[in-house]
């Protein structure tokens, strides 16, 4: 059963920076894209940025350039190195694994933005 972990949330201020990591239960052979989606109240979950197998990277694009995802596959972790934070970054960041036949999520982290 794949799960992944979620940490590093937390409240920091406009300007500031912070990062996430999510560990990940699953055999490296298995493992597809990983990446990070973040949701609001009201509002539907949407992507922050993924990496695939090949290594080939996608952000949203509210990121520009703010935000690095990195994987380590020895470590089977996914970290996203978030700078340039803004009030509107608020949301609650979920892990994600990407198969063609199904996903899977964390259970989220908080991240708070505020003066």
């Known amino acids: 059963q794949v799960q992944l972990v979620e940490s590093g949330g937390g409240t920091v201020q406009p300007g500031g920076s912070l990062t996430l990591s999510c560990q990940v239960s699953e055999y490296v052979s298995r493992i597809y894209t990983l990446g990070w989606y973040r949701q609001t109240p009201g509002k539907e979950r949407e992507l922050v940025a993924h990496?695939?197998?090949?290594?080939?990277?996608k952000y949203g694009d509210f990121v520009k350039g703010r935000f690095n995802i990195s994987k380590d596959l020895t470590k089977l972790t996914v970290d996203l190195q978030m700078s340039g934070l803004e009030i509107e970054d608020t949301a609650v960041y979920y892990c994600?694994?990407?198969?063609?036949?199904?996903?899977?999520w964390g259970r989220g982290t908080q991240v708070t933005v505020s003066s």
């Open positions: 994600n694994e990407y198969k063609p036949w199904r996903q899977y």
């Open positions: 990496v695939d197998d090949k290594g080939n990277v």
